[in-house]
């Protein structure tokens, strides 16, 4: 588990003038893990999450992705990560079917292979009957599930999930994380912020940040070790307690 | 290349499901097309005449009943005294004043020669003084009529007299109509592209769908490609309804080849999208884009020389003019239309807008940020 870092922090920061949205955090993220970005409202996880996506420059601090410099390289960090944001972001006014193709197609795909991956999505998916309805008519928890497979459709090597569950009921949730287990069996890692602590449990590490800074990073057991919790709702509100930024 | 396929089989896609959207690039045209050179109109009727008849002599109601006549006038007042009809044009029930001194008949009789007064409320400046002007040719008019009567013109004349006679080249009757479709066309190809290319990419940005787009590895030149091809083709579109509305309603033919149109506006569509899209990178909100695109089209509209003539302009609204697309646009539509030049006679119109399109389109391609 030593050389196959997809992921090296080093000291990665991000100021907004005087704010520190991002300080200082260090952390490397193995291939196939599924790792945990915990952390408050207003901690930096998504400020941070976008410096490893190429989509927001950082301020000082190194970092690679897959191999490729958070500076100079972002077009090939693109070409291997997936990235699902907070806010739904496929195209409403297009249908399932389309939202596939197109972002099948802008990935390189070839047309057999768009062709085959939909069908096969469609049918894991269970959306054979709404391939042809506008996505803005399928209920939340299928957006999202549609997000998701949209968001590795192209295979890559990291996907990262900026909380992919947030408002989705508990069935949806669990089906959800079936389908991250099944994409880091495939070798896929998994860079996940969520604010809900059983699925904190289900990651292989986690790390929480705050107020910008990364306090922790270990195994959710280990983590439950060292606080002497229960829980890891425990581990967190240890930490976050002494926040100063949140809304 | 083969992205770009997939960005316009989107764009299109997105673009033929709103329906409101379509309504309104095929609808806005035609009805704008339809409405507008019919009612604006640069003819002034309706000039409300207010006589201060002194004389009451049958000269002076002739001469009244002529002007009334015209069809321009309409007699609002006619009163006894300057003061009185004063009071009119303070009220703004007159536009014009004409006084007819004492004696009006008898001194023209008799000394050959008159005086008369017009006094011209000139708040709305056009009205006043086409209407001043108007006024002034009906009573030279009337003079020459009454010379006619009372002198019998000699046979020959005792002084030179240079007589001008105007012919009026590539629109002979001065009909308003030939001289404003081109223009008003030229102008509604313009607030379409600009309008929906200003506000394409913005949409995306308060949507979020941008932010997806961002995190795939596609080129940015190829993204704005394929903002520009779709809406480059819809404002094609638009052109050509608008030359079958000229054609069918207005009767007006190009005099010159629909091939030197298509292959300036092609350019100059290339720039006006450009502009539109370099709009869309600087803004964040639909509202923010709307707003910067109507001030500039006000601008462009109002300095395009559709209205007003570029001629009549000082010096430094004449330089502002130069920088201006749609400038070009009517200048191009007004000679190839009705004056019928050649692709070589607006070359240097090609050449700047090609300028202006290059240059708009790098800067919104370099302005559009994947990572910020």
Redesign the interface.
């Known amino acids: 588990m030593q050389d196959d870092k997809v992921i090296v922090c080093e000291k990665l920061t991000k100021r907004f003038g005087d704010f520190i949205a991002t300080n200082e955090i260090t952390f490397d993220v193995h291939k196939g893990e599924i790792f945990g970005f915990l952390g408050a409202n207003g901690a930096g996880k998504t400020t941070a999450m976008r410096m490893l996506c190429g989509l927001s420059s950082p301020s000082s601090g190194k970092a690679t992705i897959a191999g490729y410099d958070v500076y100079t390289q972002t077009e090939q960090i693109k070409k291997n990560i997936g990235y699902m944001s907070q806010k739904f972001s496929l195209y409403e006014n297009l249908t399932v079917r389309e939202n596939i193709e197109f972002f099948g197609g802008i990935y390189g795909l070839s047309d057999e292979r768009i062709k085959s991956k939909t069908e096969e999505l469609l049918q894991r998916l269970g959306l054979k009957t709404e391939a042809n309805k506008l996505v803005a008519s399928l209920p939340l928890g299928w957006k999202q599930k549609l997000s998701f497979s949209v968001a590795v459709l192209h295979e890559p090597k990291i996907v990262f999930l900026d909380e992919p569950t947030g408002g989705v009921d508990p069935v949806t949730r669990r089906q959800f994380w079936d389908m991250i287990y099944e994409a880091a069996d495939s070798g896929i890692t998994v860079f996940v912020t969520t604010h809900y602590m059983d699925e904190a449990e289900y990651c292989n590490r986690i790390s929480i940040m705050v107020d910008g800074k990364m306090e922790v990073l270990d195994t959710p057991t280990n983590l439950k070790n060292s606080f002497h919790a229960r829980s890891m709702d425990e581990v967190f509100y240890q930490l976050a307690r002494g926040a100063k930024r949140g809304d | 290349m083969?992205?770009l396929?997939?960005?316009l089989?989107?764009e299109f896609?997105?673009i033929f499901?709103?329906k409101a959207i379509v309504a309104m690039i095929f609808f806005m045209p035609m009805v704008q097309l339809i409405l507008m050179p019919l009612a604006a109109d640069y003819e002034v009727r309706n000039i409300n005449l207010s006589v201060v008849d002194h004389d009451k002599s049958p000269y002076s109601r002739k001469l009244i009943s002529k002007i009334v006549a015209s069809g321009y006038f309409r007699l609002t007042g006619y009163n006894a005294s300057f003061k009185e009809a004063f009071g009119l044009i303070e009220s703004d029930k007159a536009d014009l004043i004409l006084e007819i001194p004492h004696d009006f008949e008898k001194r023209l009789i008799r000394e050959d020669e008159e005086k008369l007064f017009i006094a011209v409320n000139a708040i709305n400046g056009t009205k006043a003084s086409l209407g001043g002007s108007y006024l002034g040719s009906i009573i030279g008019d009337f003079n020459a009529d009454i010379r006619m009567q009372l002198v019998t013109p000699p046979r020959f004349s005792q002084f030179p007299v240079i007589d001008v006679v105007g012919s009026n080249w590539f629109n002979p009757v001065l009909n308003y109509k030939v001289f404003i479709v081109p223009g008003i066309l030229a102008i509604l190809v313009t607030m379409v592209g600009g309008f929906l290319s200003a506000l394409n990419i913005v949409r995306e940005k308060e949507?979020?769908?941008i932010?997806?787009?961002?995190?795939?590895?596609?080129k940015k030149h190829i993204f704005i490609l394929g903002k520009l091809i779709p809406f480059w083709v819809l404002a094609n579109i638009v052109f050509t309804i608008g030359l079958l509305v000229a054609r069918f309603v207005y009767g007006i033919v190009p005099v010159g080849s629909l091939l030197t149109l298509y292959a300036f506006i092609s350019v100059y569509l290339l720039a006006v999208l450009g502009f539109g899209l370099l709009v869309s990178t600087f803004c964040d909100t639909q509202q923010q884009a709307m707003f910067i695109m109507f001030f500039f089209m006000m601008l462009f509209i109002l300095l395009g020389g559709l209205f007003t003539s570029i001629d009549s302009m000082p010096d430094w609204a004449k330089m502002i003019t130069r920088v201006n697309p749609v400038r070009y646009m009517i200048e191009v539509m007004r000679m190839v239309m009705l004056k019928g030049s050649s692709f070589a006679d607006v070359l240097p119109h090609v050449g700047i807008v090609s300028l202006m399109a290059a240059v708009l389109n790098g800067w919104a391609i370099l302005n559009y940020k994947?990572?910020?």
């Open positions: 083969r992205t396929r997939f960005l089989r989107k896609r997105q499901r709103d949507i979020g769908t932010e997806q787009i961002n995190v795939t590895p596609i994947k990572t910020n």
